[in-house]
Antibody, heavy 119, light 107 residues
Framework: QVQLQESGPGLVKPSETLSLTCSVSGGSMDSYYWSWIRQSAGKGLEWVGRIYYSGSPNYNPSLNGRVAISVDTSKNQFSMKVTSVTDADTAVYYC?????????????WGQGTRVIVSS | DIQMTQSPSSLSASVGDRITMTCQASQGVTKYLNWYQQKPGKAPKLLIYDATNLETGVPSRFSGSGSGTDFTFTINSLQPEDFATYYCQQYDILPYTFGQGTRLQIK
């Protein structure tokens, strides 16, 4: 049973960079996409982006080029950075295993980490 | 982006009831539609993928139907643990998008 765990600071100052890491245990990262999703009261569930285990990220255009996702399969981790954050980036951030384009679905999720953007 | 519209936004029902909720996409997503259950303070859980397929380990009282733009999610014989918020999500075209959710409450 694969397990995912988000880690990173819970408080980020406006205009700074939000950095989160997702650690994957209990399974290989091979042959899957790995996604980040966030949830805020104002916007509900919003997909942030994904990366294939071998690279090739895809991003939600709504973040206006401020997001970057990377993967390190040797550490069984993938990470996300969001630059120039504003209070609109305040949300619970989830990482998830993504089955991709066929028989898809986000089938395993981390517990989520709350990130507040505030000075 | 493809907009996903769920209805109703909230629903009250009793244990043992059969309930149905819908999800409409702003353009066709063929069969690439998933349903999730979320309980307060927890991550969403995948229940149905590709509109009609039950995820492994999910009870058979949950089912989905539809294709194109109109989808339905049904729970037969509601159990106490089913009271939660349900979301649809399309993955036909990036970016993935979610509906705003249907909150299922105890009557």
């Amino acid at each position: 049973q694969v397990q995912l765990q988000e880690s990173g600071p819970g408080l980020v100052k406006p205009s700074e960079t939000l950095s989160l890491t997702c650690s994957v245990s209990g399974g290989s990262m091979d042959s899957y996409y790995w996604s980040w999703i966030r949830q805020s009261a104002g916007k509900g569930l919003e997909w942030v982006g994904r990366i294939y285990y071998s690279g090739s990220p895809n991003y939600n255009p709504s973040l206006n080029g401020r997001v970057a996702i990377s993967v390190d399969t040797s550490k069984n981790q993938f990470s996300m950075k969001v630059t120039s954050v504003t209070d609109a980036d305040t949300a619970v951030y989830y990482c998830a295993r993504d089955r991709g384009d066929y028989a898809g679905g986000l089938d395993s999720w981390g517990q989520g980490t709350r990130v507040i953007v505030s000075s | 982006d493809i907009q996903m519209t769920q209805s109703p936004s909230s629903l009250s029902a009793s244990v043992g009831d059969r309930i149905t909720m819908t999800c409409q996409a702003s353009q066709g997503v063929t069969k690439y539609l998933n349903w999730y259950q979320q309980k307060p303070g927890k991550a969403p859980k995948l229940l149905i993928y590709d509109a009609t397929n039950l995820e492994t380990g999910v009870p058979s009282r949950f089912s989905g139907s539809g294709s194109g733009t109109d989808f339905t999610f049904t729970i037969n014989s509601l159990q106490p643990e089913d009271f939660a918020t349900y979301y649809c999500q399309q993955y036909d075209i990036l970016p993935y998008t979610f509906g705003q959710g249907t909150r299922l409450q105890i009557k």
